[in-house]
C-alpha cells in the first residue's frame, strides 16, 4: 500500500520515502525498545567514537558499535530487562552469583560479551541462543585469580564464537570443555596455569594428545592464536606439551617461560610473542621455528645478540620486535641473517649517538624500521641509502638537530617519516629532495621557530603533515596546496604569513593547538574550501574571538565535525557560521556563565541546524532552558560533562517528544530545586531516549553546600510528586504504540490515519510543500465515537448549512469523508493538509478513553514540534478541569485564549460561537501562508 502510494504521488516521493523511513525507524525501534537501566551506558559508537573519552566504558572491537555496558550489576534479570534488545556489545562488570539458563537469550544481534562479574556460576544453557557471539571474556581484573567453574557443554551453543577469552580466573575444577569448530582465538591469561599439559585437561579437543592412539584422533581444530600471558605458575613447558597443536600464534608475554624451554612441537608457529619475559637472549635456535614470520621480545633484556654464536634458523621471520630492550649496538650478524625480515621494531634501545649502517645489513624487503628513542644525534650521509624498499621510518624521541637531504638518501619509496620530538633547529633547504614517495611527515616537538613551505617541498605526495615547535612558529609561504591533513602545535602563537592564492584547497583535517592564531597581513583570509573536521585545542579566548573569526571567516561549506576546547576561564563568545553541514560539535572550557548561557547557547545552535551530536564540558553553563535546543531538529546525542550546579528549567520537558536518542551527564552537579524532578521519571521511563548518569548525580542547596545529596534522593524527600510528567509520557507512550500498531496490522485504522496525516503535513512542511491559500476544508474534526452523534446532529449542520442561516464552512470529517479502500489515506493526507484548523471535541469522556485522548496528545506533540503549521482548536462540551488538561498536555503555552470554545453551558449560542470560530479560522489561513 506504502508503494503505491509512493508511486502515484509522484514528485511527492521524496517526502514519501522519508516518512515511510521514520516509520520504519520508529518501527525497529520498538524491536530494540528501551529505557534507560540505572548504571548502564547505551551508545552507539558510530554516532560519536569520542564517547569513551567522557565516559569510559567497555572496549570496542571494529566494525561494532552499538553498545551497552552495564556496572554494578547485582540482579542480572533486571538489568538486562531494560537493554536494547538489538545491541551487539554487552559488558556487565558487578557481582552476580549465579548466570541463569538463557541469560542472553532475548539478544540476538550480541557479536561481543564481556563478563566481570566475579565469582559466577555458569550453567551449561547460560549462553543459549547466542549464534551470533563471536566474542565472550571473563574477566577479574583483581589480583590473581578467582576460580570459574565452566559445565563441559556450556560453549556448545555458540556457533560463531571465534574468540573466548580469560582473564583472573583459574579453570582448575573445569574439564573437557567444548569448544566451538569456529573459535580461532583463545586466551588465558593472568590464570593459574602451571603446566602446558593442563590445557589438555581443559580443553581436549585442542590438543592432540601425545599419548592418545593415531585412529582415536579428535578434531584438530585450527586455533589461530593462543595466549598464555602473565601465567605467573606457568614454569614447565615439556618437550611435547603442545604437540599437534595446529597454531598460528603463541603468546607468552610476561610469563617465566623462556622460548628456550619450547620445542619443535609447535611445526606451524608464524607469531611468538614473549614480550617482558626477562629474557637475555635469543630463543635457541629450534627447527621449530623455521617457519616462524613474527617474533615480538619486547620489554627484555637482551643486550647484546652477537652473544649468540649460533643463530636460529629465523630463515621465514618477517617481523621482529626488539623494543625496549638492552641494545647498544645493531646486531649485524643476526639481521644479516634475516633474508625476509620487512618490519623491524627496535625503539627504546641505546644505539644512539651514531647511527651507522653497513651496506647489506637488512633484507633488501625491509619496509618498516623504527628507531624511535635511541639518543641518536646523528644521522651520517647515506645512512639509510641501502634501504631502498624503505616506506617507514621512526626517529622519534632522539636527538637529532639537523637533516639534510644526504643523510635520507636513497629513500626512494619512503612514505612515511617521523622525526617528532627531536631537536631539529634548521631544516636544511631541499632536506626532503630525495624523498619523492613521502606522503606522510611528523615534525611535532621541534626546536624550529619558523617553517617556510619551500622547506617541505620535493616530496610530491605529502598529504599529512605534523608541525610542532615551542613556544611559537611562524609559517611562511609557499604553502602545499595538496595537503589533506595538517596539525600544528605550538604553545603560545602561531602566526600564518599568508600566501596569496588557495593554500589549503584540499585540506579535510586542520588541527592547531596554541594560545592564539595570527594572520599576517590581518587583511587577509584564508579559504579551507574542503575542511570536514576542524580542532582548536588550548586556543586562549583573552585573544578574542575575533581573531578566530577572522582566521575562519569563510564559510566552512563542508565542515562536519568542530572541536573547540579552550585554555582560559574568560568568558567568550562564539559563533558558528557558514557550516551548514556541521554534524559534531564538542566544546570545552567555553566558560559561557558570564551572561546569559542560555541566550549564548541559543543563539550558538540557531546557526547549526543539522546538529547530531552536541557534547558540550566545563561550560559552566548553569542554566539550561528549552529555547537553547529547539532550533535543533536532528540531534541525537547530547551530553554534558563536568558541569556544576546545573539548573534545567522545567520547560525543558517540551523538548520531550524531539530529545536526542543519546543524553548522557558525566559529572554533573545539579541545583536543589524541585523544578527538575521530571528527570527522574524521564530518565527512568523516556521512550527511546537512553539518558546516562542521572542516577549519580549530587545536587547542591547553595555554593558551600557539600553535603553530596543524591538528586533523586532530594526529589524524593522535598518535592511533591507531579502527574504532569507521566501525563505526558503515557501520551508520548502511545504515540509511538500507534505508530507502530496499524503496522503490525492493528485494525484501528482511523489512527492511522490521523497519524500519517500529522506525519505527512509535518514533512509537507519540511519538504517545501507550501499550500499557499488552497485549502480545501475549513475544519477538520477531530472527535471521539461517544461524540458522534452530538458532532454529526448538533455541529456540522450548524457549520455546513450555507449562507446566511449557517456558516457554510466546508468541513471534513474523518468517518463520513473518507470511503474505503487504498486511496482513503491519500485522500487523508491531502484533507489535513488542505484545512484551515483543527478541531477537537472534548468531553470528560474523551479525555478518560485513551484512544479519544490520544488524537489531542498527537496534535499537542505535533504542535510541540511544528509550532504554526496546523493551528488547533478545542471545543470544550463539557465543564473539564482545565487544570487537568493543562497538566496533562502541557497545552497552555501553545494555546491562547480565543483557542478554546466552551459549550457546556448547556443552552449553546451558535452565533458567538460562529464568529469566535471564523475568526480563528481567518487567523490560521494568514499565519499558514
Ligand atoms: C577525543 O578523545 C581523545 C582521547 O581519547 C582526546 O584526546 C581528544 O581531544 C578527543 N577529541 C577529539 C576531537 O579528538
Ligand atoms: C554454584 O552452584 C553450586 C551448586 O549448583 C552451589 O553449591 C554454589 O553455592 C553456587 N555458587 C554460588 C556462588 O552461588
Ligand atoms: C614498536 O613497538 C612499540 C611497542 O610495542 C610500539 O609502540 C611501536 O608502535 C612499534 N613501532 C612500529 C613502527 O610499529
Ligand atoms: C642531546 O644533544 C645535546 C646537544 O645537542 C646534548 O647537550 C644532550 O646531552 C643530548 N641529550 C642526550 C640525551 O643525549
Ligand atoms: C642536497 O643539498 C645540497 C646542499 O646541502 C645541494 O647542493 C644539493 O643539490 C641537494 N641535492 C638535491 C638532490 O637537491
Ligand atoms: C581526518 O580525521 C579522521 C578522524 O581522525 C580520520 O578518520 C580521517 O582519515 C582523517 N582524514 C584525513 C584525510 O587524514
Not at 560479551?113 to 551449561?124: P, W
Request: charged residues 15%; proline residues 5%.
Amino acid at each position: 500500500m506504502l508503494k503505491e502510494s509512493m508511486s502515484r504521488m509522484g514528485r511527492h516521493q521524496f517526502c514519501s520515502v522519508l516518512i515511510f523511513l521514520i516509520l520504519l525507524t520508529l518501527s525497529l525501534n520498538l524491536t530494540g525498545w528501551a529505557w534507560t537501566t540505572p548504571d548502564c551506558i547505551i551508545a552507539d559508537s558510530l554516532l560519536f567514537p569520542n564517547l569513551s573519552y567522557y565516559i569510559p566504558f567497555c572496549t570496542l572491537v571494529p566494525g561494532l558499535h552499538l553498545l551497552a555496558s552495564c556496572s554494578n550489576v547485582k540482579n542480572i534479570n533486571q538489568t538486562l530487562e531494560r537493554v536494547p534488545k538489538n545491541t551487539e556489545v554487552l559488558c556487565l562488570q558487578g557481582m552476580v552469583p549465579t548466570l541463569p539458563a538463557n541469560a542472553f537469550g532475548r539478544f540476538h544481534s550480541l557479536q561481543l560479551l564481556r563478563l566481570q562479574l566475579g565469582t559466577t556460576n555458569i550453567t551449561s544453557r547460560t549462553f543459549q541462543g547466542l549464534d551470533q557471539l563471536q566474542y565472550i571474556f571473563f574477566e577479574h581484573h583483581a589480583p590473581c585469580c578467582l576460580s570459574l567453574f565452566l559445565p563441559p557443554n556450556c560453549l556448545e551453543s555458540l556457533r560463531s564464537l571465534s574468540s573466548l577469552s580469560f582473564q583472573g580466573y583459574c579453570l582448575t575444577y573445569s574439564q573437557s570443555i567444548y569448544l566451538p569448530t569456529s573459535l580461532r582465538h583463545l586466551t588465558l591469561r593472568n590464570g593459574c596455569l602451571t603446566k602446558l599439559q593442563e590445557l589438555h585437561r581443559l580443553f581436549p579437543d585442542l590438543l592432540l594428545s601425545a599419548s592418545s592412539a593415531p585412529n582415536t584422533k579428535p578434531r584438530a581444530p585450527f586455533l589461530e592464536m593462543l595466549d598464555l600471558s602473565y601465567n605467573l605458575q606457568l614454569k614447565q613447558a615439556g618437550v611435547r606439551d603442545l604437540y599437534g597443536l595446529t597454531l598460528h600464534s603463541l603468546i607468552l608475554d610476561g610469563t617465566p617461560l623462556r622460548a628456550l624451554d619450547l620445542s619443535s612441537g609447535l611445526l606451524h608457529l608464524h607469531f611468538l610473542s614473549l614480550v617482558g619475559t626477562g629474557i637475555e637472549k635469543l630463543p635457541a635456535s629450534v627447527t621449530g621455528y623455521s617457519e616462524l614470520r613474527a617474533l615480538d621480545l619486547g620489554k627484555n633484556q637482551i643486550q647484546n645478540i652477537l652473544e649468540n654464536r649460533d643463530f636460529p634458523g629465523y630463515k621465514a621471520l618477517e617481523f621482529l620486535s626488539l623494543h625496549d630492550n638492552h641494545l647498544q649496538s645493531l646486531p649485524i650478524r643476526f639481521l644479516r641473517t634475516l633474508p625476509q625480515l620487512q618490519k623491524l621494531n627496535l625503539s627504546v634501545n641505546n644505539l644512539g649517538p651514531i647511527l651507522e649502517i653497513p651496506e647489506g645489513l637488512f633484507s633488501t624487503n625491509l619496509k618498516v624500521l623504527d628507531l624511535s628513542h635511541n639518543q641518536l644525534c646523528d644521522v651520517p650521509h647515506g645512512a639509510f641509502s641501502f634501504l631502498s624498499q624503505l616506506q617507514e621510518l621512526r626517529l622519534s624521541g632522539n636527538n637529532i638537530s639537523s637533516l639534510s637531504n644526504e643523510s635520507l638518501q636513497g629513500l626512494r619509496w619512503l612514505r612515511t617519516l617521523d622525526l617528532s620530538w627531536n631537536q631539529i633547529k634548521v631544516l636544511k633547504p631541499g632536506w626532503l629532495s630525495h624523498l619523492p614517495a613521502l606522503t606522510t611527515l611528523n615534525l611535532l616537538g621541534t626546536s624550529l621557530e619558523r617553517i617556510s613551505g619551500r622547506q617541505l617541498q620535493g616530496p610530491k605526495m605529502l598529504r599529512h603533515l605534523q608541525l610542532g615547535s615551542s613556544p611559537m612558529l611562524d609559517i611562511y609561504p609557499p604553502w602545499l596546496p595538496m595537503l589533506l591533513s595538517l596539525e600544528i602545535q605550538a604553545e603560545t602563537c602561531i602566526e600564518f604569513m599568508i600566501p596569496s592564492g588557495e593554500p589549503f584547497l584540499l585540506l579535510e583535517n586542520l588541527t592547531l593547538e596554541t594560545s592564539v592564531l595570527l594572520l599576517k597581513p590581518d587583511t587577509t583570509t584564508i579559504h579551507f574550501p574542503s575542511l570536514r573536521r576542524l580542532t582548536l585545542r588550548g586556543y586562549s579566548f583573552t585573544f578574542s574571538t575575533s581573531q578566530l573569526q577572522r582566521f575562519f571567516s569563510q564559510q566552512l561549506p563542508v565542515l562536519e565535525h568542530l572541536f573547540i576546547w579552550c585554555d582560559n576561564s574568560n568568558a567568550i563568545d562564539l559563533h558558528l557560521f557558514g557550516m551548514p553541514r556541521l554534524r559534531v560539535l564538542e566544546l570545552g572550557y567555553l566558560n559561557f556563565f558570564y551572561e546569559s548561557s542560555t541566550m549564548k547557547l541559543e543563539v550558538l545552535l540557531k546557526e547549526v541546524p543539522q546538529l547530531q551530536v552536541l557534547a558540550l564540558s566545563h561550560m559552566n553553563l548553569r542554566n539550561l532552558s528549552v529555547s537553547s535546543f529547539k532550533s535543533l531538529q536532528v540531534l541525537k546525542l547530547l551530553l554534558f560533562n563536568s558541569e556544576r550546579t546545573l539548573e534545567m528549567n522545567s520547560n525543558f520537558q517540551e523538548l520531550i517528544p524531539q530529545m536526542p536518542q543519546y543524553v548522557y551527564f558525566s559529572d554533573v552537579t545539579f541545583t536543589c530545586q524541585c523544578e527538575t524532578s521530571w528527570l527522574e521519571s524521564w530518565a527512568t521511563r523516556a521512550p527511546n531516549t537512553f539518558v546516562y548518569g542521572l542516577e549519580k548525580s549530587i545536587c547542591m542547596a547553595n555554593a558551600s553546600d557539600y553535603s553530596k545529596t543524591l538528586l533523586f534522593s532530594f526529589h524524593a524527600t522535598n518535592c511533591p510528586h507531579s502527574t504532569e510528567f507521566w501525563g505526558f509520557l503515557t501520551s508520548f507512550t502511545l504515540l509511538l504504540l500507534v505508530i507502530i500498531l496499524p503496522l503490525v496490522s492493528c485494525h484501528k485504522w482511523s489512527w492511522l490515519h490521523h497519524l500519517w496525516t500529522l506525519f505527512h503535513t509535518c514533512w509537507w512542511k519540511l519538504c517545501g510543500h507550501r499550500l499557499r491559500g488552497q485549502f480545501n476544508y475549513d475544519v477538520f474534526i477531530s472527535y471521539c465515537e461517544e461524540d458522534q452523534a452530538w458532532v454529526l446532529e448538533e455541529l456540522v449542520p450548524v457549520l455546513e448549512k450555507a449562507p446566511p442561516e449557517g456558516e457554510g464552512l466546508r468541513l471534513c470529517l474523518p468517518d463520513r469523508d473518507f470511503g474505503i479502500g487504498n486511496d482513503r489515506m491519500e485522500s487523508m493526507i491531502a484533507s489535513m493538509g488542505k484545512s484551515r484548523a483543527m478541531l477537537c471535541v472534548l468531553t470528560g469522556q474523551a479525555l478518560a478513553s485513551p484512544w479519544c485522548n490520544l488524537e489531542l496528545r498527537l496534535a499537542t506533540y505535533h504542535l510541540v514540534a511544528k509550532p504554526g503549521t496546523t493551528r488547533l482548536l478545542l471545543l470544550f462540551l463539557e465543564p473539564l478541569n482545565r487544570q487537568r488538561l493543562h497538566s496533562y498536555h502541557r497545552l497552555s503555552r501553545w494555546l491562547q485564549k480565543e483557542d478554546y470554545f466552551d459549550l457546556s453551558q448547556g443552552k449553546v449560542e451558535w452565533k458567538t460561537f460562529c464568529e469566535q470560530l471564523k475568526r480563528q479560522l481567518r487567523k490560521a489561513g494568514q499565519e499558514r501562508d
